[in-house]
C-alpha cells in the first residue's frame, strides 16, 4: 500500500513536470497557432544555458538562474526575430516546418557550442528526499511541482483574463483575423517565444537539478506531447490535471507492468495514450472544440 | 511549359511524362549512365549512389503523402524499419528470395502505415503529424521489448545475402543494380500515381479538404490511401536497405532520420517526385561530403573536437530548412522549372 502511494505521488510529481514543460509548449501554441516540435531542444538549450553560467562561468546560483531565464528569453526572441518575423501570413504548415527544421538547428548549435560531453547539471533544489512517514519524495520533483502549479495558474489567469492574454488568444485563432482587429501577430508570436523559452528553462532547472545533461535530455519535449494532448493544446490550466494523469498512470505502469514485458513501458506509455486521446477525444478534455473532423 | 512548337492535342499527350524526342533521349542517357555507374566511378561513390536509390525510393513514398496529400508524416524511418524487419525475418526464418521478401515488406509496412493513416478518421492537421510521432516510439519499443528471437532485440538482426540465379549479391555493383531496378520501378510508379485519379484527389484533398470532399471525393479513404502507399514505398526502401548492410537495427530508423526525409522533400520541392529525387541528391551530397571531409578538417584544426561533423551537418540541415521555407518554400524544383522557362521564352520575357 504504501508502495503504491508513493508510485502515485512520485508519479503524480513527475507529471506535473510534464506540464512544465508542455507549458511552454502551449504557451507557443496559444499565442501563434504554432506547433513546436523543437520544445525539448528548447529545454536542452536552457539546461545548459544554466550549466555554463553556474558551473563553467562560476555564478552563484542565485545570479546564474536568472541570468539563464534572461538568456533564454533573448534566444527566443531571436528565434522570431530570424525566422517567425518573416513567415507572418504563411501557411501555419510552413511555420510547424521551421519549428523541426529549429529542432535540428538547435541540437546542432548545443553540440557546437557546448559539445557532446555529459556535463553535470548544478544542484539547485537539496538532494536528500523530503520523508512523511514512509513515504520518499524528491524535493527537486517537490518544489518543482509547487512551481509548476503557481506558474500555471497564473499564465491560466493571464491568458484568460487579462487584455495582453486575451489578444495572443485571437492570434491563436486565427492570424489573419487577429490583424484586422489590429493586433499585433508579430508581437505575440515574439512573446510566445520568450516565454516558451523561459519556462523550458525552468523546466529544465527542475529536471536536471543535480543530474547529468546532454544533448539527448531533449526526449522530454516529446513525451510532454500526450501530456499536451490531453488537455487539449490550448488549456493551461487543464495542462496540470492531465500532467498529473499522465504522470500517474505512467507511475503505475512502471512499477506494476514492466516486470511483465521487460521494461521501457515508461517510455512508450505516454504514446499510447496519446494516440488513445487522439482517437477518443482529439480535442482532450479542456481544448477548444476548434478541431475539424473530416 | 513546352517548347515552342510542341502542344498536346490529346489527353494523353497531355499527360505524358516524356513530351519530345530530346527529353527521351536524355532520360535514356541517363538511365545508361545509371546503369553504367559501376563501371564509371570507384567503389565508395557507388556506395554513395546505393544509399541515394534506397533513401529516394523512402522520400519519393514520403513526397506522395506529405508533398501531394499534405498529410505530415514523421514517422516514416519507423515505416521504413518495419519494411527491413519483415524483410530480415523473411529472409532468415523462412529463406524467401529478395524477390519475394522485398515486396512483403513494402506490404507489411503500407498495412502498418495504414494503421496510423486510419486515425485520419478523426483527425487532422498537425494531429496526424503526431500519430506518426507515436509511430516511431511504438516501432522501437515493439522491436526493444519483443522476444529477442523474434525481432533480435537490441542486438539487431544479420540478414543473409540475396541470391539472384546463384549469384550472391555482396559486393557492390550487383547490389546497386539490385537498388537501381527496384527504384526505377518505384519512381515510374510514383510518376503513375501521382497521374492517376488517385493522385489528383491527393492534390484536391492538400488543397482544400472540404472543397474536394463537396466534389466527391472520400476525403477519409483518400488520406489513408496517401498513408498506405508511403508507407508502402518506405517498406520497399527499408526492405532494400536491409540487404544492402546486411544488417537491421532498431537505431537505423530513428525520428531524426524521418526529420531529414522530410527536409530532402522541402529541399527538392513539395508536390514533385522529380523534386523528391533532387532533394535526396543534393541532401546526401553534402552528407557525403561533411562527412568525408570532417576527419581532414579535424586533422587540420585539431581544437574542434571529433564530434564536430555531426554537429556542423545538424546546423546545416537545419538551416537549409528554414532558409528554403523562408525564401524559397517551393523548393528547388520551382527554381529550375523557373529557369527552364526562361531559356524557352528567351529573349522574350513571357
Not at chain 1, 487543464?238 to 500532467?243: K, P, R, T, V
Not at chain 2, 490529346?10 to 511524362?17: C, F, P
Not at chain 2, 539490385?178 to 510508379?189: H, I, K, R, T
Request: glycine share 12%.
Amino acid at each position: 500500500m504504501i508502495d503504491f502511494l508513493n508510485y502515485v505521488i512520485n508519479g503524480a510529481l513527475i507529471g506535473l513536470l510534464y506540464s512544465l514543460v508542455g507549458m511552454g509548449f502551449v504557451v507557443i501554441y496559444r499565442a501563434s497557432k504554432v506547433f513546436n516540435f523543437a520544445q525539448g531542444e528548447l529545454v536542452v538549450f536552457g539546461g545548459f544555458l544554466v550549466w555554463w553560467l553556474v558551473m563553467h562561468v562560476g555564478m552563484p546560483l542565485a545570479i546564474g538562474i536568472p541570468l539563464a531565464f534572461v538568456g533564454a528569453a533573448l534566444f527566443g526572441l531571436l528565434i522570431e526575430r530570424v525566422f517567425f518575423s518573416r513567415l507572418v501570413g504563411e501557411s501555419v504548415f510552413a511555420m510547424v516546418m521551421v519549428t523541426i527544421g529549429l529542432l535540428i538547428l538547435i541540437r546542432g548549435l548545443i553540440l557546437l557550442i557546448f559539445g557532446p560531453q555529459v556535463r553535470p547539471f548544478p544542484i539547485v533544489f537539496p538532494l536528500q528526499p523530503f520523508i512523511v512517514g514512509d513515504i520518499l519524495i524528491p524535493r527537486s520533483l517537490l518544489y518543482g511541482g509547487i512551481l509548476t502549479i503557481v506558474t500555471g495558474l497564473g499564465l491560466s489567469w493571464f491568458f484568460n483574463r487579462t487584455r495582453p492574454g486575451l489578444k495572443m488568444t485571437a492570434v491563436a485563432e486565427d492570424h489573419q483575423v487577429a490583424l484586422s482587429l489590429g493586433i499585433s501577430v508579430r508581437a505575440s508570436i515574439a512573446f510566445a517565444w520568450m516565454l516558451g523559452a523561459v519556462l523550458s528553462t525552468l523546466g529544465a532547472v527542475i529536471y536536471l537539478s543535480g543530474k547529468s545533461l546532454n544533448f539527448l535530455a531533449s526526449d522530454i519535449g516529446l513525451i510532454a506531447l500526450p501530456v499536451v494532448l490531453l488537455a487539449g493544446l490550448e488549456s493551461i490550466g487543464g495542462l496540470l490535471i492531465a500532467g498529473i494523469i499522465v504522470g500517474i498512470i505512467q507511475g503505475l505502469a512502471v512499477a506494476y507492468l514492466d516486470p511483465w514485458v521487460g521494461g521501457a513501458v515508461g517510455s512508450v506509455l505516454p504514446f499510447v495514450i496519446m494516440l488513445a486521446i487522439l482517437f477518443i477525444r482529439p480535442t482532450g478534455m479542456f481544448g477548444w472544440r476548434t478541431i475539424e473532423r473530416v | 511549359m513546352d517548347p515552342a512548337g510542341v502542344f498536346a492535342t490529346r489527353y494523353e499527350r497531355d499527360q505524358a511524362l516524356v513530351r519530345t524526342r530530346k527529353q527521351l533521349v536524355s532520360l535514356a542517357v541517363f538511365v545508361v549512365l545509371l546503369v553504367a555507374l559501376p563501371w564509371l566511378v570507384g567503389p565508395r561513390m557507388v556506395a554513395a549512389a546505393t544509399v541515394m536509390l534506397i533513401t529516394a525510393v523512402v522520400v519519393v513514398g514520403l513526397q506522395i503523402n506529405t508533398g501531394h496529400a499534405g498529410q505530415v508524416n514523421l514517422g516514416q524511418a519507423a515505416f521504413m524499419g518495419v519494411g527491413a524487419y519483415t524483410a530480415a525475418v523473411l529472409a532468415i526464418k523462412l529463406g524467401l528470395p529478395f524477390w519475394l521478401s522485398i515486396p512483403l515488406g513494402g506490404v507489411s509496412a503500407a498495412a502498418f502505415g495504414f494503421i496510423f493513416g486510419l486515425s485520419a478518421v478523426r483527425i487532422k492537421g498537425f494531429y496526424l503529424a503526431l500519430t506518426t510521432i507515436a509511430a516511431q516510439f511504438l516501432f522501437h519499443f515493439m522491436v526493444l521489448n519483443l522476444p529477442s528471437s523474434w525481432l533480435g532485440g537490441s542486438n539487431g538482426l544479420s540478414v543473409p545475402p540475396a541470391e539472384f540465379f546463384g549469384h550472391r549479391m555482396v559486393d557492390g555493383p550487383s547490389l546497386y543494380w539490385m537498388c537501381l531496378a527496384f527504384a526505377l520501378v518505384m519512381v515510374y510508379g510514383a510518376y503513375g500515381i501521382t497521374r492517376s485519379r488517385h493522385g489528383r484527389a491527393f492534390v484536391a484533398v492538400r488543397d482544400d479538404d472540404v472543397a474536394s470532399g463537396m466534389m466527391g471525393i472520400n476525403v477519409v479513404r483518400t488520406k489513408a490511401i496517401a498513408f498506405l502507399v508511403g508507407a508502402f514505398y518506405a517498406g520497399i526502401g527499408g526492405a532494400l536497405w536491409a540487404y544492402y548492410v546486411r544488417f537491421v537495427a532498431v537505431d537505423q530508423f530513428t525520428l531524426l532520420n524521418s526529420i531529414w526525409f522530410i527536409a530532402m522533400i522541402i529541399v527538392g520541392g513539395m508536390g514533385s517526385v522529380t523534386g523528391a529525387l533532387i532533394g535526396v541528391f543534393v541532401i546526401k551530397l553534402v552528407q557525403e561530403s561533411i562527412t568525408s571531409l570532417g576527419p581532414t578538417l579535424v586533422e587540420q584544426l585539431p581544437f574542434l573536437g571529433g564530434d564536430i561533423v555531426f554537429a556542423t551537418m545538424n546546423v546545416f540541415l537545419g538551416g537549409i530548412i528554414a532558409a528554403f521555407l523562408l525564401f524559397e518554400p517551393r523548393g528547388l524544383m520551382h527554381r529550375w522549372n523557373i529557369l527552364k522557362r526562361s531559356y524557352r521564352l528567351w529573349p522574350f520575357p513571357y
